[in-house]
């Protein structure tokens, strides 16, 4: 029997054995269907009744990815057989009726300069990891789950048990005649093109609410009004910067008799406020954010809205139900959920709370939606995200890692590990390698959240955390223990000042960087082998990674010694770029390694030199002072060089930025042989409440004996700072929309 083939290629009297012509995407043979989303990522169906699934999965969120046909090539091979180019794959495929398999399906790909072959046969050897869903109770290095990056060049995630999302809600598939459902990414040595199909397919991560990348504090302790107020007075006085503050489980009450509970305890969750603790909760929202200071709430939702809460009644006649029942948590019934976040969660939020921490931990009672294949912890962080979106704020996750398709509901909570060495070095790993899972932004409890106190593992962690998407302490409910960072030890305290500064002044830099990360699915922390995959160094140091585009980092993950504390750590030096210490200036040349011991107050942190890294002044609020000067800091490349960073702002919190509301600059440094240029092009882009006037102050480091510049052609001499070791050249407030050229 003719088999029904949606390819034809038009040339007068029909098909051309050997000629290509138009090519339909994605292509019908029968039973199987092949979908090309990019160059490198191919979808593999196959169907006894030929019904292909079109709708999205929590995985396959975005159905409208496909390359564009002009980008496909396909022969006609004769037998049934068929060759299918992109510019990166070349498929051979026999049509014989059954599954894609190794038998009628080998695909070709360029890795270390030769010619591989694919098979859908998963036998994978060289994963380099991904994301674990959380690190509670976790006392050392664990295996990491698969990300889609391997030495193989391939990866394989099977959605063939998806649930569907149809109209907004899960909708179990029909696996009983629709047998096969793969996602091929075969990439080689691209593995950029990998995390690109990873957008394509499963949507890009969207961009973050600003505060979430700032200072957080965070303890399991029973605060009253006035010692949340006393904490963020306590910040401003040791000269701490500070963005959001977290509410734990002593913000609701605690005198639930019913429910499943957790740890032995009923009162595990509520939506009630105590308050014994806070007597009048807006009255205290409203002075923490006099102070633009953020809050979140914990949540353990696991046992709904029970009879002791306020909201009870009002709930329970939402949902048509007789009162003096507790109905049990239903993640799988739209109605209950629309009636759970209209009396949990929205109340609270009416009164100033800005968003809420998804604190589950119950897979052992519900691990699946009823009648789903999708985890209850997927679907719930699904359902918060859009939750938190509802009136034009982008949505705002703060919840344990749930899977593929997770990356779209920032950011993740990596849960309560312990405080020793062996989990700081195993957080280094885990973060750098996450967004090959697409587990970009981890929220990791600084110090770690039990065990002794360490404030040299405090200090040393936090200089970690600087470095990373959020800096936020967290410690369980222990007197001794503590996170604020002025409570410990003299040197200790002086040490994480200054990790908190850099902070501060590096927000310019990092929010540009996650909205790189938005655009292109690169990690804000990468490893190596993400820029520097060519070099075999960079699969060698897991304890290394680039944080953005400009920073090279390998913080110090064991005690020191001496009065300051003096420790190691191996560092490669990706060759082809010429590095800079961050707090020294001493420059290394790349294609090198070395073991950099640093005393407390330091780690091992470096600038790329020839590009200009911007800064901010220190501010108290980092996440939300408007950039009224931008502070940029410039190393010499040492040879010939034109880079180009751009510079990102929008308002922070809302969706306006996907309707084109944000605004860029282009920040360019040119060298040539003993001349240098560093143009500050006109802002491009728009932006509610955007600056319009502006201050820049350029610090020069690592250049020698300058001793004028030219300023817009205009001549000045720059200041020198010796404390700092740079030259500064000032310049005053001038529109955004004005270029700036300063010469040397």
Not at 374 to 379: E, K, M, R, V
Not at 454 to 468: I, V
């Amino acid at each position: 029997m003719k088999k029904i083939l949606s390819l034809f290629f038009c040339v007068c009297c029909g098909l051309l054995p050997a000629a290509a012509g138009p090519v339909k995407n994605p292509m019908v043979f029968g039973k199987n269907r092949l979908t090309i989303i990019t160059p490198t990522l191919i979808r593999l169906e196959y169907a006894t009744d030929s019904a292909f699934i079109d709708a999205p999965t929590y995985f396959a969120h975005d159905r409208n990815s496909k390359l564009a046909p002009d980008e496909i090539e396909v022969k006609e091979l004769g037998n049934d057989t068929y060759e299918i180019k992109t510019k990166a794959l070349r498929i051979w495929y026999k049509n014989d009726g059954y599954p894609f398999s190794t038998s009628n399906m080998n695909i070709f790909y360029q890795k270390n300069g030769k010619e591989a072959k694919f098979t859908n046969r998963f036998i994978l050897k060289n994963n380099l990891g991904g994301p674990v869903e959380t690190l509670d109770r976790v006392t050392k290095e664990i295996p990491m789950n698969d990300g889609i990056l391997s030495k193989d060049g391939w990866y394989i995630i099977d959605d063939q048990r998806g649930d569907l999302i149809v109209n907004g809600w899960l909708k179990p598939r029909n696996t009983t005649t629709h047998l096969q459902d793969q996602y091929c990414f075969i990439y080689g040595n691209d593995y950029k093109a990998a995390l690109a199909s990873l957008g394509a397919i499963s949507g890009h991560v969207p961009m973050t609410r600003k505060y979430i990348h700032g200072v957080w504090y965070c303890r399991y302790w029973d605060y009253t009004s006035d010692e949340f107020l006393d904490i963020i007075r306590g910040y401003d006085r040791h000269d701490f910067p500070l963005d959001n503050i977290v509410f734990d489980m002593g913000w609701h009450t605690n005198d639930a008799t019913t429910g499943t509970g957790h740890n032995g305890l009923q009162n595990w969750n509520g939506y009630t406020w105590n308050r014994k603790l806070i007597p009048d909760p807006k009255a205290l929202l409203d002075s923490i954010h006099k102070k633009q200071i953020h809050v979140a709430l914990n949540d353990h939702p696991h046992d709904g809205i029970r009879t002791h809460e306020e909201y009870y009644e009002p709930f329970m006649k939402a949902m048509g139900a007789k009162t003096g029942d507790n109905l049990l948590f239903a993640p799988g019934d739209s109605t209950y959920m629309r009636n759970f976040f209209a009396y949990a969660h929205h109340p609270s939020e009416r009164i100033g709370v800005d968003f809420w921490w998804l604190d589950w931990q119950q897979n052992y009672l519900y691990p699946y939606v009823p009648g789903t294949n999708t985890t209850t912890l997927a679907w719930i962080n699904e359902l918060y995200y859009r939750d938190s979106e509802r009136l034009g704020l982008r949505g705002c996750g703060y919840s344990r890692w749930a899977g593929w398709g997770d990356h779209r509901h920032p950011i993740q909570f990596s849960g309560d590990a312990q405080a020793n060495w062996e989990m700081l070095a195993f957080e280094v790993k885990l973060t750098s390698g996450s967004g090959n899972g697409g587990c970009y932004y981890w929220a990791h409890d600084i110090g770690g959240f039990r065990g002794k106190p360490n404030p040299e593992l405090t200090a040393r962690w936090t200089q970690f955390g600087a470095l990373s998407a959020a800096l936020r302490v967290h410690s369980t409910k222990d007197p001794k223990l503590d996170r604020r960072p002025w409570i410990s030890g003299e040197k200790e305290t002086e040490a994480m000042r200054k990790m908190y500064h850099m902070r501060a002044q590096l927000m310019p830099y990092i929010y540009s960087s996650v909205w790189q990360t938005h655009r292109t699915m690169v990690p804000l922390n990468r490893s190596l082998y993400l820029d520097y995959g060519a070099q075999p160094e960079s699969f060698n140091n897991a304890q290394e990674f680039t944080f953005g585009d400009l920073i090279l980092a390998a913080p110090i993950t064991q005690p020191g010694k001496g009065a300051d504390k003096r420790a190691s750590q191996k560092v490669w030096f990706p060759k082809g770029e010429t590095w800079y210490d961050y707090f020294t200036q001493e420059r290394f040349e790349g294609g090198q390694t070395k073991q950099i011991e640093k005393p407390l107050d330091e780690f091992p942190m470096y600038v790329r030199g020839g590009w200009i890294l911007p800064l901010q002044p220190y501010c108290n609020r980092p996440a939300s002072a408007p950039l009224d000067t931008l502070v940029m800091r410039l190393y010499p490349a040492g040879r010939t060089t034109d880079n180009s960073f751009t510079l990102y702002e929008d308002d922070g919190t809302t969706l306006e930025y996907t309707k084109g509301q944000y605004a860029t600059t282009r920040l360019q440094y040119q060298e040539k042989n003993a001349h240098s240029i560093v143009d500050i092009h006109p802002t491009q882009g728009r932006y509610k409440g955007q600056t319009s006037q502006r201050a820049y102050s350029l610090r020069l480091y690592g250049f020698n004996n300058i001793k004028k510049v030219k300023v817009n052609g205009r001549s000045m001499k720059p200041t020198r700072d010796e404390k700092e070791n740079c030259y500064i050249v000032n310049v005053n407030k001038q529109s955004v929309r004005k270029a700036l050229r300063i010469e040397f």
